[in-house]
């Protein structure tokens, strides 16, 4: 029975790894059709910080709901 208990924590952990990763994705990809310009661009070539700041808190926040809904 333990190991039952086990797997199924298991499976379940990687479900939800891979709803989370797909939902992240899907933010990004959200922000980056939203945004006037190139996100990639402003980061790595114009060196736009509070840029890259502000996308970190958007999977920050993110994360955090996720891991909300996934305790619930």
Do not use: C, H, R, W
Not at 7 to 27: K, P, R, T, W
Not at 29 to 36: A, R
Not at 49 to 66: H, K, P, Q, R
Request: charged fraction near 10%.
């Amino acid at each position: 029975m333990f190991e039952q208990i086990i797997l199924a924590e298991f499976i379940s952990m990687i479900f939800y790894s891979v709803v989370g990763m797909l939902l992240m994705y899907v933010a990004y990809k959200v922000i980056e059709i939203v945004s006037p310009f190139p996100i990639v661009k402003e980061i790595e070539e114009d060196q736009n910080t509070s840029l890259a700041i502000l996308i970190g808190s958007v999977f920050v926040a993110m994360s955090i709901i996720i891991a909300a809904v996934i305790l619930s």
